[in-house]
Structures are given as C-alpha cells and as structure tokens.
C-alpha cells in the first residue's frame, strides 16, 4: 500500500524518518527529516507502521548533498544529508525526549559539544566481500557496499586505505574468502589492524614477511597470533595509554579530551574516584590526574590499567579484578570515594549494579551514555532510590549519525 504526502517530523536513532498522518505514526527507511516523502507501507505494528521511502514531493529545508558517494547505500552514516546544526537538535531532543518519557523531567534545553563533522574517528570496522573488498552494510540489511574511502575515519587511516584493500585482495585471491572482518586502528601514526579469520595461521605464514607496515591481530574465535605489536599507544591530556585489541577506547579523536574535561568538572574535590567497569583504566585516568580506584572483572584489562598507571606516573591508585558487585558502603568509607564514574555499553546498567550502588550511600555518580534510553531508564532507577538528576550535558562523538554521548551528574538527595 502506497501513502502520499508523508512530513518527516523526527528521525529515529536508527536513522529512519518518523511521520504521522491520521494518528498513525510512521517508521520510513530511506526518508530525511523535514521533507515530504510518498511511502510504501512494508509493515504493520500495534503502535506503528514500518515503510520505506518511494521518492521526495518536497524537499527538506535542512537538506544538505552529501559529500559521501556512498551515503544512499552504505549503512555507517544516517544523517549525513541534514545539516549539521540541525543534526546537533536532533540528537538534544533524542535525549529531552527520552528523560522527559522516563524520568518525566521535562528539560528546557541540553548544552552540547560539537564535532568535527568528518576525518574524526581512529578506528573503523569493515566487512570482506566476496571479491576482498572492504564493505560496509548496507543500510538496514546485510548485503554489503565496496567502499574505497570512508570519510569519517582519520586522514591517517584513509591514507593507508588502499594498501589495506590491496592486503584483503591479494589474500582473496591466493585462498579465497578466509577474511570476514577487518577492524583499523589509528593513534595518527600507526595502524593496528585486527583481521577476523577462519585461518589465522596460513594468513599469519602469508603476512609475517610481506608486511612491513601494519600491527596485525589475526583473531579467530579459538586464538590469536600477532604480528609487531597487538597495542597502540594513544595520548588524551598529557597521559598515554596502551590500547589492545579489545579495548574501549572513544572514537572521536577531536572530542575525547572535552569529553572527559566535562566530566571531570562533576568530580567531587579532594577525594578518590571510583571507576565502576575501569577496563584498562582510561576514563579514570583522563577524568582524575591519581587518587583512583578501578573495578573491572577481567583480569587482563587490569593487568593494563596497572601499566597504564605505572606508565603515567600515578601515585595513588588501585585497580581490583573483581565483580561490580564488590562494592559496599563499608568499601566506599575505607577507600574515601568521593565520586563513581560508569561508562557502560549501549545496554546501560544491569538492575542489580544500581542497587549495589545506592547500599553505598555514594553521593556523587557520573554517567557516560551513548544510549539515551537506557541512560533515562537507569537514571529513574535511581530516582526510585533517593537520587535525583542535578545536571546532564551532550558531547557530539558520532557526527553524522544519531548516536550521541551524555554526561549526566546524579546525586543522592
């Protein structure tokens, strides 16, 4: 079924457009928000429909041409074709609206950081194809584009591009599609690249001699083999940190120093931070200059916060490999934690954790969310224990997506 004459009013985190007509609302793939669009209805739902755009009847006045060749296919961007003031809106009334429907706080306005709009990230993830191109998704599917350039990765990594897609080629062509996935790291002067193998040995027998350029992880499910160095090391503030494989490590280089400088401004003076989920150590680090303590459950990434720690010359510091559940008010009282950060994955905070944190009594939290719902959902959880949200600022670290990055300060009342 066909319906014309649909206005884009929002655009979803997936980056599909919302519209509504006759008090039915619209999820459309492929539509820009502000313009009018026909649809074609693919789906219907109880609360609403899904579609897919047939072709524009008027255009957006937020409309911008994309500099991407490969924008209307490829999946890693959604809202390059909106303007970029526009696109910092979207993603505060991202946030307003998922606080004010969970929380029922109704926010008159969220301060946020911008970006550079394109060349801003130090790493990229791609797909192999059939051919050894490197490929992204295709938008909302898992058929894949061949790209030869991304333009949100970094100069250095878009300057080592073609020699990469030349690597996955040649190995294409000599044992043919052994290669699912090649993630690249940058630090600005080196590349570490990660290559997700069913054959780790033949390609690490391939590559140990011909390459002399990249650091190579060559992971499969079972094992591992390097060639030069599995790490890089990159530098936030006047600290350096040694960043395996599998390590968190925010991908903006030009916001990760504003970033954390706002967080560290909610930090209560004079006392020790508390890192719930610390990994290596990085977001402490960069937060306080020492006087940490960080909880991570994986031994390994303990075991690299100490170096990390040693390697930026702390004095006072610990890093424990223990569940976040560890923690207690007798804890908090011992180690004199002033503050707790958490920075958790897209799924936010399991139920359990908050409530380990409100038996401490621990005054001062600070949140980093890249998900506005699950930060709203985890912010009423602890408004249902005695806190209360006392500020809540944005960091653009996903232009030209609707991704975005929240620092919230919540407080015991």
């Not at 500099?67 to 993603?91: F, R, V, W």
């Not at 929380?103 to 194809?129: A, G, T, W």
């Amino acid at each position: 079924m066909i319906v014309k004459d649909i206005k884009i009013i929002d655009i979803l985190q997936d980056g599909r457009g919302v519209g509504k007509a006759e008090s039915k609302v619209y999820f459309i793939d492929g539509a820009s928000y502000g313009e009018t669009c026909d649809i074609e209805i693919s789906k219907e739902n109880k609360n609403f429909i899904e579609a897919k755009k047939l072709k524009t009847t008027q255009k957006s006045c937020h409309y911008t041409q994309p500099p991407c060749p490969y924008y209307y296919e490829c999946g890693g961007c959604t809202i390059m074709d909106i303007n970029y003031q526009q696109q910092l809106k979207l993603k505060t009334n991202l946030i307003k609206n998922a606080i004010k429907k969970t929380c029922k706080i109704d926010l008159y306005e969220i301060e946020i950081i911008p970006s550079r709009q394109l060349n801003y990230r130090n790493k990229i993830r791609l797909q192999v194809d059939e051919n050894g191109n490197l490929a992204y998704n295709k938008k909302a599917s898992n058929d894949l584009v061949a790209i030869e350039d991304c333009l949100l990765a970094n100069e250095h990594i878009r300057k080592n591009l073609p020699q990469i897609q030349k690597i996955s080629k040649d190995i294409n062509i000599k044992y043919g599609k052994i290669i699912k996935e090649i993630s690249i790291r940058s630090n600005g002067e080196k590349i570490l690249l990660n290559i997700y193998t069913k054959d780790e040995k033949t390609l690490y027998n391939y590559l140990k001699d011909k390459n002399k350029d990249f650091n190579i992880n060559l992971t499969n499910k079972k094992s591992t083999l390097t060639i030069g160095d599995d790490y890089l090391i990159h530098r936030v503030k006047d600290k350096k940190f040694k960043i395996s494989k599998d390590d968190f490590f925010q991908v903006n280089d030009s916001q990760i120093e504003n970033l954390y400088s706002e967080a560290s401004q909610y930090l209560e003076k004079d006392k020790k931070l508390l890192d719930l989920f610390c990994g290596s150590g990085i977001s402490s680090m960069a937060l306080a200059n020492d006087h940490i303590v960080g909880i991570e459950i994986n031994k390994s990434a303990i075991k690299d916060a100490i170096e990390n720690a040693e390697a930026n010359g702390l004095k006072d510091y610990k890093f424990i490999a223990k569940n976040a559940n560890y923690i207690d008010q007798k804890f908090i009282k011992k180690e004199k934690i002033g503050s707790v950060t958490i920075d958790p994955p897209r799924a936010g905070l399991d139920k359990e954790i908050i409530k380990t944190l409100a038996k401490t009594q621990i005054a001062n939290i600070i949140y980093i969310s890249c998900n506005p719902q699950t930060l709203a959902r985890d912010i009423k959880r602890f408004m249902d224990k005695g806190y209360e949200l006392k500020k809540i600022k944005a960091v653009d670290m996903f232009a030209q997506s609707m991704h975005v990055e929240t620092i919230a300060l919540i407080q015991k009342m």
